[in-house]
């Protein structure tokens, strides 16, 4: 079954340390893996996508097709990243967005 | 600014009372996605138009309806909503050569009495 887990609802972190916000997954095929945000009274709007490997507002993720993750990573958070992450996949139908339950990022000042 | 429009923000409806929520878009996409999503839960396709093809998931209740009239709007009908139709209901586009980049409206909550 295709799935997407985020095992954190609530993270939460200092002004400066690093975060890191996990994504497992389950597919059986080749999966396309991104993670979306929505910050408050925001849209959910796409972050970054693994195919890209590129580093968004500081935010990089690495596809571990061998652990089957995708974490989100930043070596030191800033107040404005506080937000709701959903990690998601795509398979073989490409339009459709299989989403994590979400993790929501509070950094403390 | 090119974005998704959905209303109305609020909807409560009673028991059994069909209801329909809209969505507009001005980003000319030719794909349009409606989801449900639960409190504390991952948005769920419910379904989606690409172009005027209508896509319905398996496991979308027949209650649940769609209609897009035309590029830009996009209708979700409940035919009569239960109690566990509750949710927000988000809206989203995309186009055809870069499905995965999903716009998304700024939801309608629903609640049914």
């Known amino acids: 079954a295709q799935r997407v887990t985020q095992p954190e609802k609530l993270l939460s972190v200092f002004k400066g340390a690093p975060v890191e916000l996990k994504c497992n997954y389950s597919?059986?095929?080749?999966?396309?893996l991104f993670w979306y945000v929505q910050y408050s009274r925001q849209r959910l709007q796409l972050l970054l996508r693994?195919?890209s490997r590129e580093s968004i507002k500081g935010f990089t993720a690495d596809l571990n097709k061998g652990e089957t993750s995708f974490h989100l990573k930043k070596p030191f958070a800033q107040e404005e990243d506080s937000a709701m992450y959903y990690c998601?996949?795509?398979?073989?139908?490409?339009?459709?967005?299989?989403f994590g339950s979400g993790t929501r990022l509070l950094v403390r000042p | 600014d090119a974005m998704v429009i959905q209303n109305p923000r609020y909807q409560v409806t009673q028991f059994g009372k069909p209801v329909t929520l809209s969505c507009s878009q001005t980003?000319?996409?030719?794909?349009m996605y409606w989801y449900q999503q639960k409190s504390s839960q991952a948005p769920k396709l419910l379904f989606h138009?690409?172009?005027?093809?209508?896509?319905n998931e398996a496991d979308t209740p027949d209650n649940f309806q769609s209609r897009r009239p035309n590029t830009s709007f996009c209708f979700l009908d409940i035919r009569s909503p239960g109690l566990g139709d509750a949710a927000m209901y988000l809206c989203?586009?995309?186009?055809?050569?870069?499905?995965?980049?999903?716009?998304f409206g700024p939801g309608t909550r629903l609640t049914v009495t």
């Open positions: 138009y690409y172009d005027k093809d209508f896509n």
């Open positions: 980003l000319n996409h030719n794909v």
């Open positions: 597919y059986s095929g080749s999966p396309e």
């Open positions: 693994h195919i």
């Open positions: 998601a996949l795509t398979g073989d139908s490409s339009y459709k967005l299989i």
């Open positions: 989203a586009t995309s186009s055809s050569g870069r499905l995965y980049e999903q716009y």
